[in-house]
């Protein structure tokens, strides 16, 4: 079992920065492999990055050059470092963890979540 808690979102302008933290309670935390997610409103819930319990990371098109997923196993914590903010970018981020494939973009296919973090970006 593996609880997760998200921190870091808020409200930026376009152009701007901000870094989440995803904090693991499992002291098996190098085992997993980590995923951040994003939801608008009115939308589904969609892959953003992940990276693997070997460190290999995955991003979606869109945030590619923009975002950076990485972890600190010593700490149990994954980030994800988003520059170049754009009003699109606005979603409640959800931080997840799956023992299985870490490079699955199907959310159901991960198996623990966070509460999410609200992230603006105004134009």
């Known amino acids: 079992q593996v609880q997760l808690e998200e921190s870091g979102g808020g409200l930026v302008q376009a152009g701007g920065s901000l870094s989440l933290s995803c904090a693991a309670s499992s002291v098996a935390f190098r085992t997993y492999g980590m995923a951040w997610f994003r939801q608008a409103p009115g939308k589904e819930r969609d892959f953003v990055a992940s990276?693997?319990?070997?460190?290999?990371?995955y991003y979606i098109d869109p945030v590619k050059g923009r975002f950076t997923i990485s972890r600190d196993n010593a700490k149990s914590t994954v980030y994800l470092q988003m520059n170049s903010l754009k009003p699109e970018d606005t979603a409640v981020y959800y931080c997840a963890a799956t023992l299985g494939n870490s490079r699955s973009i199907q959310y159901d296919e991960w198996d623990y979540w966070g509460q999410g973090t609200q992230v603006t970006v105004s134009s």
């Open positions: 990276i693997s319990r070997f460190g290999l990371t």
